[in-house]
Nanobody, 119 residues
Framework: VQLQASGGGLVQAGGSLTLSCALSGNIFRLDAVGWYRQGPGKQRERAALNLNDGRTNYADSVKGRFTISRGSISRDNAKTTVYLQMNNLQLEDAAVYSC?????????WGQGTLVTVSS
């Protein structure tokens, strides 16, 4: 299972950014995907989670501003993409964002992508 995150960058406060995470490999029994983040001097926190039954869960700090979504899994090449749409970004949203996948209770992580928010 491979996860490749992208889309980080520099954005002004109040702006928007969309992160993408390309999943590939043996992902047919994927049961959850999500985004975690870790800001400077902060503990890692789960920003958003999407379950196989369609339910989503967000950290209180991002509710109403972030949206997680994912595409269907292609049967041809066992790939899908997970997105994190981030709107009205605030200084405190600056962090390294990592995508996450859970497959039959095993957890997989992608490398982080850096989001920087300027005032």
């Amino acid at each position: 299972v491979q996860l490749q995150a992208s889309g980080g960058g520099l954005v002004q406060a109040g702006g928007s950014l969309t992160l993408s995470c390309a999943l590939s490999g043996n992902i047919f029994r994927l049961d959850a995907v999500g985004w975690y983040r870790q800001g400077p001097g902060k503990q890692r926190e789960r920003a958003a989670l999407n379950l196989n039954d369609g339910r989503t869960n967000y950290a209180d700090s991002v509710k109403g501003r972030f949206t997680i979504s994912r595409g269907s899994i292609s049967r041809d090449n066992a790939k899908t993409t997970v997105y994190l749409q981030m709107n009205n970004l605030q200084l405190e949203d600056a962090a390294v964002y990592s995508c996450y996948a859970r497959i039959i209770s095993r957890q997989y992580w992608g490398q982080g992508t850096l989001v920087t928010v300027s005032s």
